[in-house]
């Protein structure tokens, strides 16, 4: 005899978990005299051979402790039916084992006990099923000729009493046989799909049999069918889902008792079964539940969206008419196939795969396993588009199941077979996970549990066992990682592949897409010139030079982002433009090839932003800023500043150190710019320091003001250092330039011109007239240098805010401004000054002019009713004058109804009312003042929220439009590419709402804002 062993020790051996004393001894409890009495403790070995054979198909279930604990309650619960007066069974002395029936049936019919064991270690919810009816676990013996019971989902529905609780008992046996089999390797996943959809036929069509004959007698029985849809309809149904139908009524005489049979049929189902879901129907829950053929014929021809066609792929008729079924299946199918040509086709398609993920919460996406990343709603959504868009013209492809599809795909060449394979592969293993994780406790779930236990669980129920040096859920994560993985990588390929090897002229794993399937694939997925796009795509992928190959890997992820996009064209054309120009570069396509996520960056880029695409075509070697994070966010002020005036001063001509100060300056635009397009984008947006994914975006409206303006102030600065260069004559005149509108404000957009005055203070010694002369020299050479033509944004210097606007001089000293503003100055220059501020030049010099101006724009004693009265006039003349003709006060973001100029001429008129008394309302920045306002009770707060919500859409939505136009335009349309392009950029979905919503909020602004000017 071997060293003596403990009974947990050896217990451990047949898989109980034994580690800790407690689990122990429960199973030896089990096991030993008082229980099954399978157990010798003494000896610490099973009781005989049947024993053994018992405790070993025990060791082999999922869960060995779950079948243990389960199969003792199933003896426990049989002995108790048979136990006598005295609570023994009669005639058996000993553990509850003693005379049991279900055990002596194990021992003697080895495919009940593997049948029954591996139910009762998978599934705890159909355990106790048997532990609630002890007499049902015999549907699962061996056949008299040797096989295992049917397991094709058939109904036996013979026994009296309630016929739904007949239906329920039959429809659990038939259940337990199909996981019976399932569990045991009797029945492939294709198999077990095909069951449990034959199961839920047969059940619709016994309660539908159930609440016809519950119709008052006499009356008409009505023509009505039960169409299947979803995974019901495609035969691929799984342990525990809804059950999606529609119902079909023949006429309008029949409406009535089909509705009642309908609704009847409904209950009875989720008594039974699972609950039956008839959203599917015309106008979803809002519709009425039954609709005659004719009716439904009229819906499908006008209202019906793209999903709805896709949704009707999968139409079976399951139960009722059958004939009437099939006929309304016939009588949609020339709509269902003519869906891909509808206009709205293609936004409802991107809708649909927005939503592939939408409504999961972030924390359980990786653990998704049907609409997470790589899950099977990807597989799914994939293929029904690819069939809704060439079964138009290849009938092979209309079948309802995925497989099925995606096999037929594969042999009419519109999918490679290596990539058909690849995907089938994945859909068979997350479908096996998804059922095992369903069949554990009878409910609906599709997240991979996180509890080492629950892992364990899974793992071994799906068959995974451990081997040196890895666990069983070591070898499941990593199997689903690559099935994941793969999925993801083939989804977009899936779509794209294809289209770039029917132009590439290279051989092709089995493809023949042919020239008129590869337009009608682009036109479904949104290029309003597909064929334009098959020759862009021929230029950038024909041949079989490394670069075309490469080009071919890339272009499947790219043309998916531009499919998103308002405008896909758009961004392949100038894909394919950056590529003309940097194509023959060695770094430009390893770059996009091996450098994360820069390749769908530049996507997102080139097909949301014409600034951004116009920026990178002028300097295609900045896409390298998309490739580091830091590269993505703005310049601190002192850089900027630092590195314009070394470029400068690298030059000793004053146009070549002009045109580098403007590079830099292009270089720093289009650093913002991307940054902005990307900052909505999910998992392209430049993370922060701490790694969180979020940048100052276009959703911090003031960070974006600033950091331009601190571009434009570098800028400023650097061309004065040049101009002053070229003036050598006075080094010691002090010369500042003061930044006003939306520059002093430091909210400058995209295309703001620079608003500036200039300010010198002559040298000691030198006259008025020689030093007012040099000043206007440095003035005009800054605005000559900035304005030359040159292949960069314009930067418009604009001095038209000066004392007597254009009629006036340039430049003025110190003492001329003083004077003039003490003796001439009118109240809108008071208001102008109120965002003056020193942007560069002499430093001391800026800050006396500000002091010096302070009196005017802060007046201690505030305004005059008068001056009050002349502001709302000279406002009310803006509005009137300024608003282009024909241009829409509602959506005009700078001079229309709640938007950027009503806010500031609110904000303006309290600054000049109440800065002399309230320093905090000394400030350029609008929404500082505002918040100073109410902080110091001068406006009602629920006023400033509305004013600083109506002020910052308005900011956000101008530079949005700048950004997707790459010009200059205040006004939001109503509709069209730009207003999608606005709502991508801006992070939401839908247009209409977009747009209800900033009507909304341009009101409340507006009624805000006219209070605050009439206080």
Known sequence: MGRPTSATGRLARYGFDVADSDGGARAADLLGPTGLDLWRPQTQEPTDEAAQELLTALSRAADPDLALRQLHRLVESERRTRTGPNGTAAGTPGGIGAGSTVLAALHDDPGLRRRVIAVLGASSALGDHLVANPDQWTVLRTEPDGLAPSADGRLDVTGDGNPVAVLR??????????????????????????????????????????????????????????????????????????????????????????????????????????????????????????????????????????????????????????????????????????????????????????????????????????????????????????????????????????????????????????????LLRGYRFLRGVEHRLQLQGLRRTHTVPTDPGALRWLATALGYTASPGRSAVEAFRAEWVTHATEVRRLHAKLLYRPLLESVARVPADGLRLTPQAARNRLEILGFADPAGALRHLQALTGGVSRTAAIQRTLLPVLLSEFADAPEPDRGLLNYRQVSDSLGSTPWYLRLLRDSGPVARRLARVLSSSRYAADLLAREPEALRLLAEETELRPRPRAVLFDGFAAAADRHTDPVEATRAVRALRRRELLRLACADVLSRAGSLAPSRGDGERATPGLADITAVGTALSDVTDATLAAALRTARATQPSMPDLKFAVIGMGRLGGYESNYLSDADVLFVYEPPEGVSESAASAAAQAIAEELRRLLGMPAPDPPLGVDADLRPEGRQGPLVRSLAAYQQYYARWSRVWEAQALLRARCVCGDADLGTRFEQMVDPVRYPADGLTREQIIEIRRIKARVETERLPRGADPATHTKLGRGGLADVEWAVQLLQLRHAGAYPALRGTRTLDALTAARDLGLIDPADAEAMAAGWTLAAQVRNALMLVRGRTGDQLPRHGVELAGVVRLLGADDPGEFLDEYLRTGRRSRTATQRVLEM
């Not at 793209?306 to 792929?313: G, H, Y």
């Not at 099977?376 to 013209?393: K, N, S």
Request: aromatic share 6%.
């Open 169 to 422: 008992r039959a429809y659990r046996l038939a259940l337990l046989r199909i996981a019976a089999a399932d569990l045991t390797g009797g029945r492939a996943l294709e198999q077990t799909m095909a069951a449990l959809s034959g199961l839920a036929d047969a059940t619709l069509s016994a309660a539908y049999r159930i609440a016809v004959d519950e119709l008052p007698e006499g009356a008409a029985l009505p023509r009505l069918a039960v169409v299947a849809m979803g995974k019901c309809g495609g035969g691929e149904l799984n342990y525990v889902s809804d059950v999606d139908v529609i119902f079909v009524a023949a006429e309008d005489e029949d409406l009535a008792a089909a509705t009642t049979v309908a609704t009847r049929l409904i209950h009875i189902c989720g008594l039974v079964a699972w609950p039956v879901d008839a959203a599917l129907r015309p106008e979803g829950n809002r519709g009425p539940l039954v609709r005659t053929l004719a009716s439904h014929l009229a819906y499908y021809r006008r209202w019906a969206r793209t999903w709805e066609f896709q949704a009707l792929l999968k139409a079976r008729p399951a139960a009722g008419d059958l004939a009437l079924g099939q006929e309304w299946i016939d009588a949609l199918a020339p709509l269902v196939w003519q869906a891909a040509e509808r206009p709205e086709a293609v936004e409802d398609v991107r809708a649909m795969r927005r939503k592939i993920i939408d409504h999961i919460p972030p924390k359980e996406q990786e653990r998704e396993i049907k609409r997470g990343p790589g899950g099977l709603r990807d597989i799914e959504f994939a293929v029904q588009l690819l069939q809704l868009v060439h079964g138009r013209g290849d009938e092979s492809l209309r079948t309802p199941g995925t497989i099925p599809a995606l096999r037929a795909l594969v042999t009419g060449g519109y999918v490679g077979r290596a990539d058909g394979e690849a």
